[in-house]
């Protein structure tokens, strides 16, 4: 059993930065897939950038491209998302999420219903 625990959300001015960080409890496995997800209000959960474990593989989605750096530190168990240039249209609950060892391919990173465990989720405001 894996628990997640998301923190470092909070309010920033457009063009600012955040970073998110993700802390695991429980094993964490080289072929698992860490992802980060977001729900604005209104609408549905949105893939936003994963990781394998083993750091072999990452996957962005085009809206973050270039902005979003996802990376995770194995010693502390821990995910991050570091957030650049932000837009108002990033205003939403980030979640990670973690996946077992069953995605395989770079687009399967992406699908939210194959990840098994995930955090309670914190809160992302940018102001205009």
């Known amino acids: 059993q894996v628990q997640l625990v998301e923190s470092g959300g909070g309010l920033v001015q457009a063009g600012g930065s955040l970073k998110l960080s993700c802390a695991a409890s429980?094993?964490?496995?080289?072929?698992?897939?860490m992802g980060w997800f977001r729900q604005a209000p209104g609408k549905g959960r949105e893939f936003v950038a994963a990781?394998?474990?083993?750091?072999?593989?990452?996957l962005y989605a085009d809206s973050v491209k270039g902005r979003f750096i996802i990376s995770r530190d194995i010693a502390k168990n821990t995910g991050y998302l570091q957030m650049n240039s932000l837009k108002y249209e990033a205003t939403a609950v980030y979640y990670c999420?973690?996946?077992?060892?069953?995605?395989?391919?770079?687009?399967?990173?992406?699908?939210?219903?194959?990840?098994?465990?995930w955090g309670q989720g914190t809160q992302v405001t940018v102001s205009s």
């Open positions: 990781i394998t474990w083993s750091g072999g593989r990452i």
């Open positions: 999420a973690l996946a077992g060892e069953f995605i395989t391919t770079a687009q399967a990173m992406g699908y939210g219903t194959l990840y098994v465990y």
């Open positions: 429980g094993r964490i496995f080289s072929g698992y897939t």
